[in-house]
């Protein structure tokens, strides 16, 4: 329990301290104009309270990773508390936060353009592929799970069909309507949800004197399947939004529309990261508990059902569940509200009516609605789904973290504060990329020393990039 009370205070703490740097770092303007009152369209920008747009943006970036992907996560044992702390501070919240600021300084810019600018034009249109196809899949995996999960609480006519039809016939109005009608009304309710969820949970842990292991009882692997499941980089792929998760910075683009003073990017961007990696830590600590009680084996549902009800009772766990089912599908609609911003970029094409929002969202949702049949139509097709979606949401972050780099060196920042963070992460996805089971597969040494080569070639390539631009800028 001990462990589990300093990490609480040290994420915490981790926004206090650094995120303070890092606002000092990326020196917000409070008299700059921002996106919101420059582009004001009465659609995607629009200036909206703080307080909103922290909900919306705690909503938007958490869906189901801080909850199921720690649950996964705690089967690894107390080594999740270290990577959910320090992945939280030093690389997840730095992440949405830089990437946030950044897209606020480039008049509410997507994704794709900033990596676009900083790392090239083709690395651009690479993004603009990756990106759309990263958040449609988002928008099918945030459909399944809450529409199962409503499945077990509602009458038997309420089935997984039903939900999977109404949840997508609002991700369609969600999408397409103003940001504030839909978004800005519903998301602060759902956001409640979640947090008392998770803080009936929290509160469960003390008041049971719930006995969690210790950091200093080891860090040994706990995993049923340890052998082909190392904790690095399995874990760090698993536990993706409670630590860093490159989905995040599309979302951040979104709030950037909205804010109405730079001063506020750290509190929105940098906070609701570390709200999000309490909620994790507390999943993990309640999931590694269960694993002791109860053992391995059921699903991420089950367990949270289990928990809640076990400490809540009945009432409390539907509350809860409710709180899980709401994080998905708030998660599901900015994406694919994302979605057709990206592609509006990219073919030039104005969102202000709803005859052009229409043109570009109808071909994301037939997109996103055959893969869902597809999903539902092979028992396996979800979980090949969700580990692509897991290795490429991970992907994203390190393009993110390196065109993050390059702004830095640019605007002579220190740039060491993203360079370390993206060279971990490309050490991550090029390892398990060669690793994990559901990829190459390759023994675990050699996957090893090639991830570490590429990572070696990733730095050896910035540098190179570095002395040339420095020999530009004196010549």
């Known amino acids: 329990m001990v462990t589990f009370c300093i990490a609480l205070l040290l994420l915490v703490l981790g926004y206090l301290l650094y995120g303070k740097v890092a606002e000092r770092v990326i020196k917000p303007d409070s008299k700059a104009q921002t996106p919101a009152y420059a582009k004001n369209d009465g659609v995607d920008y629009i200036p909206m309270p703080t307080w909103k747009i922290f ?59 900033i990596i ?11 993004m603009r ?54 978004i800005g009304k519903v998301y602060p309710l759902f956001a409640f949800a979640l947090i008392f969820m998770a803080v009936g949970v929290l509160f469960m842990i003390f008041w049971n004197g719930i006995d969690l292991p210790e950091i200093t009882d080891g860090l040994s692997n706990c995993h049923p399947n340890k052998e082909t499941t190392p904790i690095f980089p ?32 750290r509190k929105v961007f940098y906070g609701a990261m570390i709200l999000e990696g309490i909620i994790a830590m507390i999943w993990a600590a309640a999931a590694i508990w269960y694993y002791k009680e109860k053992g391995y084996g059921e699903s991420q549902a089950s367990i949270v059902y289990f928990i809640t009800e076990t400490w809540m009772g009945k009432i409390g766990s539907i509350l809860a569940m409710l709180g899980v089912v709401f994080a998905p599908i708030t998660s599901g609609d900015t ?49 090949i789904i969700w580990r692509y979606f897991g290795w490429s949401n991970q992907a994203l972050s390190v393009f993110t973290l390196w065109a993050i780099t390059v702004y830095m060196v640019i605007t002579k920042k220190p740039w060491i504060m993203a360079f370390l963070p993206a060279l971990f992460m490309t050490m991550v996805c090029a390892t398990y990329l060669l690793l994990a089971p559901e990829c190459l597969h390759l023994d675990h040494t ?22 040339k631009r420095k020999e530009t800028i004196n010549n």
Request: charge should be positive; include cysteine.
């Open 55 to 113: 909900m919306i943006q705690f909503l938007n970036i958490a869906g189901l990773g801080p909850i199921f992907g720690a649950i996964l996560g705690a089967q690894f044992g107390p080594a999740a508390y270290i990577w959910i702390v320090v992945g939280c501070i030093f690389i997840g919240a730095f992440h949405d936060y830089f990437s946030g600021m950044i897209s606020l300084r480039e008049g509410g810019a997507n994704l794709p353009e």
């Open 116 to 126: 676009g600018k900083y790392l090239g034009n083709t690395t651009k249109t690479v």
């Open 129 to 182: 592929i990756f990106s759309v196809v990263l958040l449609v899949l988002v928008g099918v995996v945030f459909v399944s799970q809450p529409a199962g999960l409503l499945d077990k609480i509602t009458p038997d006519w309420m089935n997984n069909t039903f939900w999977i039809i109404v949840i997508f016939a609002y991700y369609l109005v969600a999408t397409l309507l103003p940001i504030d009608k839909v």
């Open 234 to 265: 399995i874990m760090c792929i698993t536990i993706a939004c409670g630590a860093i998760s490159g989905f995040h910075a599309t979302q951040s683009p979104l709030m950037a529309r909205c804010l109405k003073n730079e001063n506020l990017g």
């Open 335 to 383: 994406a694919l509200r994302s979605a057709r911003l990206i592609l509006a970029d990219f073919f030039k094409m104005d969102q202000s009516k709803i005859s052009k929002r229409l043109l570009i969202s109808v071909p994301v949702f037939i997109a996103t609605a055959l893969i869902i049949v597809y999903s539902l139509s092979d028992a396996a097709g979800f979980n």
């Open 446 to 467: 050699i996957s090893y020393i090639v991830g570490g080569v590429v990572t070696v070639a990733f730095a050896i390539g910035f540098f190179i990039w570095k002395g």
